[in-house]
């Protein structure tokens, strides 16, 4: 079990509406991400987290939020789905800068 | 800035073969880390070697084994008899800062 789990798995969700994706850890990991996967453009950063409450813009934060309340929890909400924002999502966790990352299995959304 | 160039963007291999995926970086860091993670056709992302801007010993496992030299800022992946279990999307990733830089990944596949 790698401590890290996302939800929902798939979602197919309507053009304008708000979507709300969840990461969840157990490892008390500092660090959180959220990137998309797209073919040709391979992992794209959305936004992370470094603790509670702190939060940064990654390359691709447009139309995107998210929110950090407790460690345990990051979430990702697309304030107004639209249809490129249909792709695959992952989470990731990091205990600290020494290592890498591990990620969640996926989200995969998409836009009608 | 930092950056990661997997010049290939897919392999087509023979059971058997070796195969070598290149990753060459640019960072101004003098303390980094290098990562290889696997994607394969399920699609989770696996996290396969770390290593260190200090350490350049190779390192083997198994079949798999890893050439770091920073002479030429490269850290590239070789698989030794490939199998079909290897087909899989291949990423580099550089880190040393809040956020891992992901090169756009090579997509190998092992034919029987």
């Known amino acids: 079990d790698a401590g890290i789990t996302q939800s929902p798995r798939h979602k197919v969700t309507e053009t304008g509406t708000p979507v709300t994706l969840r990461c969840h850890q157990t490892?008390?990991?500092?660090?959180m991400y959220w990137y998309r996967q797209d073919p040709g453009h391979g992992l794209r950063l959305i936004h992370y987290?470094?603790?509670?409450?702190?939060?940064d813009k990654g390359e691709v934060s447009d139309g995107y939020s998210v929110s950090r309340s407790k460690t345990e929890d990051f979430l990702l909400t697309l304030e107004s789905a639209t249809s490129s924002q249909t792709s695959v999502y992952f989470c990731?966790?990091?205990?600290?800068?020494?290592?890498?990352?591990?990620f969640g299995s996926g989200t995969r959304l998409t836009v009608v | 800035a930092q950056k990661v160039t997997q010049a290939q963007t897919e392999i087509s291999v023979v059971e058997k073969e070796d195969v070598t995926l290149d990753c060459v970086y640019e960072?101004?860091?003098?303390?980094?880390?290098l990562f290889w993670y696997k994607q394969p056709p399920s699609g989770e992302l696996v996290f396969l070697i770390r290593?260190?801007?200090?350490?350049?010993q190779n390192e083997i496992s198994g079949r798999y084994s890893w050439n770091f030299q920073k002479s030429t800022s490269s850290f590239n992946f070789t698989i030794t008899a490939s199998q079909v279990v290897d087909s899989a999307v291949y990423f580099c990733?550089?880190?040393?800062?809040?956020?891992?830089?992901f090169g756009k990944g090579m997509k190998l596949t092992v034919n029987p």
């Open positions: 990731a966790i990091r205990p600290d800068l020494n290592y890498g990352y591990t």
């Open positions: 490892e008390n990991h500092r660090y």
């Open positions: 987290s470094y603790g509670v409450k702190d939060t």
């Open positions: 960072t101004r860091d003098t303390t980094y880390y």
């Open positions: 290593r260190n801007s200090f350490d350049e």
């Open positions: 990733a550089l880190g040393g800062s809040e956020k891992l830089v």
